[in-house]
């Protein structure tokens, strides 16, 4: 017969043994980015310290934003109706693999000094959320979510940094990734993490904790957007001369009341 006790303990070594199990696995991963980045360094010699990095994100961004779209659109549990579930095996997975690439992109951003404070409470934000959930074993589902949406248009960001370094940013493919990527950041990004938001703030089952970090984390989407709306209006008022001379050019001229054939 097992007594309370004993019961108590299997169940105290289980919870070590996963914890345990999570660390390496997040460990694992974080030796993989930097491996993966030190292949890049040496592969890319003649290229610059961040033209590898980018690659490792634009990599992450590609590799997450598969994973974690699977799991919250077809391997559930739904975000929208399930937050705060326990945490499936396939979620840990795929966030402890991007918890070792944001240890190991903070670590980058804060060594080359390469990104402002917004960026910077982000990453610090995301890490903290993804301990949080993986420690506490639930919430992985809405967060999984929150990592879908928001890894979604970081290849398309990468895309225009490597379009610039190239010098193919001002032509016709610069254009069409900026228009997506500014598309899915408004629908995806903002919208769509209004919803989950909503449903976590909605639910009793995740903590209070880890409602103030969404919020948190959706104040400095907001802070993200506010940045690319004055990037759009930037471009808009570039490209408006332009088009205004064009139209001058394609209108008929006038002379003594009269239109002029061309």
Not at 123 to 148: D, P, R, Y
Not at 225 to 233: D, G, K, L, N, T
């Amino acid at each position: 017969m097992i007594t309370p006790r004993c019961r108590s303990s299997q169940l105290s070594f289980s919870a070590f043994s996963r914890m345990v199990s999570v660390i390496l696995e997040v460990a694992c991963s974080l030796v993989a980015w930097l491996s993966l980045y030190a292949a890049c360094c040496r592969w890319h010699k003649h290229r610059s310290w961040e033209w590898s990095c980018r690659l490792v994100t634009l990599l992450h961004g590609v590799a997450v934003t598969c994973l974690s779209g699977y799991v919250a659109l077809l391997d559930g549990p739904w975000p929208l109706t399930h937050a705060g579930s326990p945490n499936t095996p396939l979620q840990i997975h795929v966030l402890a693999l991007t918890l070792g690439y944001f240890i190991f992109d903070l670590g980058w951003c804060l060594y080359f000094q390469t990104e402002g404070d917004l960026m910077l409470l982000h990453h610090t934000l995301s890490i903290c959320g993804m301990i949080m959930v993986l420690g506490l074993g639930k919430s992985a589902t809405e967060v999984n979510a929150v990592v879908f949406v928001s890894e979604i248009t970081n290849p398309l960001l990468q895309a225009r940094w490597f379009l610039r370094e190239m010098g193919r940013y001002h032509t016709l493919l610069g254009e069409v990734v900026d228009f997506f990527f500014v598309l899915l950041f408004l629908v995806l990004r903002i919208a769509g993490g209004a919803l989950i938001m909503y449903a976590m703030l909605a639910s009793p089952q995740p903590s209070w904790l880890l409602k103030a970090g969404g919020l948190a984390m959706y104040l400095v989407s907001l802070g993200f957007m506010v940045e690319i709306c004055h990037f759009v209006r930037r471009k808009m008022l570039k490209k408006f001369p332009s088009w205004t001379s064009l139209r001058s050019v394609n209108a008929p001229v006038k002379t003594n009341g009269h239109l002029t054939a061309h």
